[in-house]
Protein backbone atom coordinates (compact mmCIF):
# COMPACT_ATOMS: atom_id res chain seq x y z
CA UNK A 1 0.00 0.00 0.00
CA UNK A 2 0.72 3.88 0.10
CA UNK A 3 3.56 4.75 2.37
CA UNK A 4 3.65 8.24 4.55
CA UNK A 5 3.62 10.89 1.25
CA UNK A 6 5.10 14.63 2.16
CA UNK A 7 5.29 17.75 -0.42
CA UNK A 8 6.52 19.55 -1.64
CA UNK A 9 9.68 17.38 -1.81
CA UNK A 10 12.12 20.30 -1.91
CA UNK A 11 11.39 23.87 -1.38
CA UNK A 12 13.05 27.34 -2.10
CA UNK A 13 11.79 29.89 -0.11
CA UNK A 14 13.08 33.69 0.26
CA UNK A 15 13.62 34.81 4.34
CA UNK A 16 10.66 36.06 5.50
CA UNK A 17 8.17 34.46 3.62
CA UNK A 18 5.90 31.60 5.12
CA UNK A 19 5.82 28.19 3.49
CA UNK A 20 3.54 25.08 4.04
CA UNK A 21 4.19 21.35 4.34
CA UNK A 22 1.92 18.54 3.52
CA UNK A 23 2.11 15.13 4.98
CA UNK A 24 -0.48 12.35 4.09
CA UNK A 25 -0.17 9.66 6.84
CA UNK A 26 -0.47 5.70 5.78
CA UNK A 27 -4.39 5.47 5.68
CA UNK A 28 -5.57 4.37 9.58
CA UNK A 29 -2.52 5.06 10.90
CA UNK A 30 -3.80 7.41 13.96
CA UNK A 31 -0.61 8.92 15.25
CA UNK A 32 1.47 11.33 13.19
CA UNK A 33 4.20 13.31 13.96
CA UNK A 34 6.36 15.85 12.41
CA UNK A 35 10.42 16.09 13.01
CA UNK A 36 13.20 18.02 11.96
CA UNK A 37 16.69 17.05 10.97
CA UNK A 38 19.49 19.60 10.27
CA UNK A 39 22.71 18.54 8.36
CA UNK A 40 24.59 16.38 10.15
CA UNK A 41 21.93 16.45 13.31
CA UNK A 42 19.59 13.45 14.95
CA UNK A 43 16.29 13.90 14.55
CA UNK A 44 14.28 16.57 16.35
CA UNK A 45 10.78 16.39 17.45
CA UNK A 46 8.87 19.10 16.69
CA UNK A 47 4.68 18.05 17.24
CA UNK A 48 2.90 14.85 17.41
CA UNK A 49 -1.04 14.30 16.86
CA UNK A 50 -2.95 11.08 17.96
CA UNK A 51 -6.49 10.92 17.20
CA UNK A 52 -8.87 13.56 18.50
CA UNK A 53 -6.62 14.55 21.21
CA UNK A 54 -5.04 17.40 21.75
CA UNK A 55 -1.79 17.45 19.89
CA UNK A 56 2.07 17.59 21.51
CA UNK A 57 3.27 20.85 20.13
CA UNK A 58 5.88 21.09 23.10
CA UNK A 59 8.96 20.57 20.42
CA UNK A 60 7.92 23.51 18.08
CA UNK A 61 11.01 25.87 18.20
CA UNK A 62 9.21 28.89 18.32
CA UNK A 63 5.52 30.40 17.41
CA UNK A 64 5.93 31.20 13.84
CA UNK A 65 5.69 27.19 13.95
CA UNK A 66 2.13 25.64 13.82
CA UNK A 67 0.60 22.51 12.39
CA UNK A 68 -2.95 21.11 11.86
CA UNK A 69 -4.17 17.46 11.35
CA UNK A 70 -7.53 18.02 9.68
CA UNK A 71 -10.05 15.06 9.97
CA UNK A 72 -7.41 13.04 11.42
CA UNK A 73 -5.72 12.36 8.83
CA UNK A 74 -3.67 14.70 6.43
CA UNK A 75 -1.79 17.12 8.33
CA UNK A 76 0.16 20.72 7.47
CA UNK A 77 3.11 22.63 9.31
CA UNK A 78 3.19 25.85 8.82
CA UNK A 79 6.55 27.99 9.16
CA UNK A 80 5.50 31.83 9.40
CA UNK A 81 8.39 34.80 8.27
CA UNK A 82 10.90 31.25 7.79
CA UNK A 83 14.67 32.56 8.90
CA UNK A 84 17.77 30.84 7.68
CA UNK A 85 18.16 28.13 10.86
CA UNK A 86 14.57 27.13 9.56
CA UNK A 87 16.58 25.32 6.54
CA UNK A 88 16.45 21.45 7.53
CA UNK A 89 15.00 18.90 5.99
CA UNK A 90 10.96 18.27 8.01
CA UNK A 91 10.25 14.31 8.19
CA UNK A 92 6.14 13.29 9.00
CA UNK A 93 5.75 10.22 10.20
CA UNK A 94 2.83 7.84 11.32
CA UNK A 95 2.17 4.66 13.49
CA UNK A 96 -0.46 2.49 14.51
CA UNK A 97 0.58 1.23 17.32
CA UNK A 98 4.03 2.96 18.35
CA UNK A 99 5.94 -0.50 17.50
CA UNK A 100 6.92 1.24 14.34
CA UNK A 101 7.03 5.08 12.82
CA UNK A 102 6.71 5.05 9.18
CA UNK A 103 7.80 7.93 7.34
CA UNK A 104 7.93 10.36 4.62
CA UNK A 105 11.29 10.90 2.18
CA UNK A 106 10.86 14.40 4.12
CA UNK A 107 10.46 17.79 2.77
CA UNK A 108 13.96 19.69 2.18
CA UNK A 109 13.56 23.47 3.06
CA UNK A 110 16.12 25.97 2.00
CA UNK A 111 15.38 29.71 3.12
CA UNK A 112 17.76 31.95 1.10
CA UNK B 1 22.89 15.77 28.70
CA UNK B 2 21.34 14.54 25.85
CA UNK B 3 18.04 12.16 26.21
CA UNK B 4 20.06 9.52 23.77
CA UNK B 5 23.26 9.31 22.62
CA UNK B 6 25.64 7.85 20.41
CA UNK B 7 28.94 7.92 19.00
CA UNK B 8 28.46 9.80 15.55
CA UNK B 9 31.66 7.90 13.85
CA UNK B 10 32.63 7.29 11.33
CA UNK B 11 32.91 3.58 11.65
CA UNK B 12 35.24 2.46 8.87
CA UNK B 13 35.26 -1.10 8.62
CA UNK B 14 36.34 -4.10 5.83
CA UNK B 15 34.03 -5.86 3.92
CA UNK B 16 33.40 -9.37 6.50
CA UNK B 17 34.66 -7.01 9.63
CA UNK B 18 32.07 -7.31 12.75
CA UNK B 19 31.12 -3.71 13.87
CA UNK B 20 29.39 -2.83 17.23
CA UNK B 21 27.68 0.42 18.46
CA UNK B 22 26.39 1.53 21.61
CA UNK B 23 23.94 3.44 22.31
CA UNK B 24 23.14 5.36 25.66
CA UNK B 25 19.62 7.06 27.53
CA UNK B 26 19.35 8.96 30.26
CA UNK B 27 15.38 8.21 30.93
CA UNK B 28 15.69 5.22 33.28
CA UNK B 29 11.35 4.94 32.53
CA UNK B 30 12.27 4.61 28.59
CA UNK B 31 10.09 1.03 27.29
CA UNK B 32 10.78 0.47 24.10
CA UNK B 33 14.09 1.32 22.61
CA UNK B 34 14.46 0.44 18.18
CA UNK B 35 17.48 0.76 15.61
CA UNK B 36 16.79 2.56 12.31
CA UNK B 37 18.43 2.77 9.67
CA UNK B 38 18.93 5.91 7.38
CA UNK B 39 20.88 6.11 4.19
CA UNK B 40 22.14 9.53 2.47
CA UNK B 41 19.15 11.73 1.90
CA UNK B 42 16.53 9.17 2.66
CA UNK B 43 14.07 8.60 5.27
CA UNK B 44 15.19 6.86 8.08
CA UNK B 45 13.45 2.71 8.05
CA UNK B 46 13.09 0.38 10.85
CA UNK B 47 16.14 -2.14 11.76
CA UNK B 48 15.10 -3.63 14.29
CA UNK B 49 13.34 -3.31 17.90
CA UNK B 50 15.16 -4.31 20.80
CA UNK B 51 13.79 -6.82 23.76
CA UNK B 52 14.90 -6.79 27.10
CA UNK B 53 15.86 -10.43 25.73
CA UNK B 54 17.94 -9.58 23.04
CA UNK B 55 17.01 -10.54 19.76
CA UNK B 56 18.91 -11.69 16.29
CA UNK B 57 17.64 -10.66 12.85
CA UNK B 58 20.27 -12.43 10.02
CA UNK B 59 23.53 -10.38 10.92
CA UNK B 60 22.05 -8.76 13.22
CA UNK B 61 21.98 -8.91 17.07
CA UNK B 62 20.47 -5.86 18.97
CA UNK B 63 20.98 -5.93 23.04
CA UNK B 64 19.50 -4.02 26.06
CA UNK B 65 21.54 -3.08 29.09
CA UNK B 66 18.69 -2.09 31.32
CA UNK B 67 20.80 -1.70 34.35
CA UNK B 68 23.69 0.71 32.36
CA UNK B 69 20.84 2.46 30.15
CA UNK B 70 22.47 1.25 27.09
CA UNK B 71 21.78 -0.46 23.84
CA UNK B 72 24.10 -1.95 21.00
CA UNK B 73 23.95 -3.35 17.74
CA UNK B 74 26.39 -6.07 16.10
CA UNK B 75 26.68 -6.54 12.67
CA UNK B 76 28.51 -9.73 11.19
CA UNK B 77 30.02 -10.31 8.26
CA UNK B 78 29.35 -6.52 6.92
CA UNK B 79 28.47 -6.00 3.42
CA UNK B 80 28.71 -2.67 1.07
CA UNK B 81 25.25 -2.36 1.50
CA UNK B 82 25.35 -1.90 5.12
CA UNK B 83 26.76 1.32 4.93
CA UNK B 84 24.37 4.01 6.24
CA UNK B 85 23.76 5.83 9.39
CA UNK B 86 21.91 3.95 12.56
CA UNK B 87 20.05 6.02 14.76
CA UNK B 88 19.23 5.17 18.13
CA UNK B 89 15.66 5.42 18.86
CA UNK B 90 13.84 5.61 22.62
CA UNK B 91 10.35 5.46 23.35
CA UNK B 92 9.46 6.42 27.43
CA UNK B 93 6.15 4.51 27.14
CA UNK B 94 4.34 7.26 25.66
CA UNK B 95 4.50 8.44 21.98
CA UNK B 96 7.18 10.54 21.40
CA UNK B 97 10.23 8.78 19.98
CA UNK B 98 13.69 10.21 20.71
CA UNK B 99 16.35 9.93 18.36
CA UNK B 100 20.02 10.13 18.44
CA UNK B 101 22.28 11.62 16.33
CA UNK B 102 23.21 8.10 14.51
CA UNK B 103 26.04 6.18 13.77
CA UNK B 104 27.81 6.71 10.45
CA UNK B 105 28.99 2.77 8.98
CA UNK B 106 31.07 2.94 5.54
CA UNK B 107 32.01 -0.71 4.52
CA UNK B 108 34.70 -0.98 2.51
CA UNK B 109 35.67 -3.05 0.01
Known amino acids: GAGVSQSPSNKVTEKGKDVELRCDPI?????LYWYRQSLGQGLEFLIYFQGNSAPDKSGLPSDRFSAERTGGSVSTLTIQRTQQEDSAVYLC??????????FGQGTRLTVV | RKEVEQDPGPFNVPEGATVAFNCTYS??????FFWYRQDCRKEPKLLMSVYSSGNEDGRFTAQLNRASQYISLLIRDSKLSDSATYLC??????????FGTGTRLKVLA
Open chain 2, 89 to 98: VVNSGTYKYI
Open chain 1, 27 to 31: SGHTA
Open chain 2, 27 to 32: NSASQS
Open chain 1, 93 to 102: ASSRDSIEAF
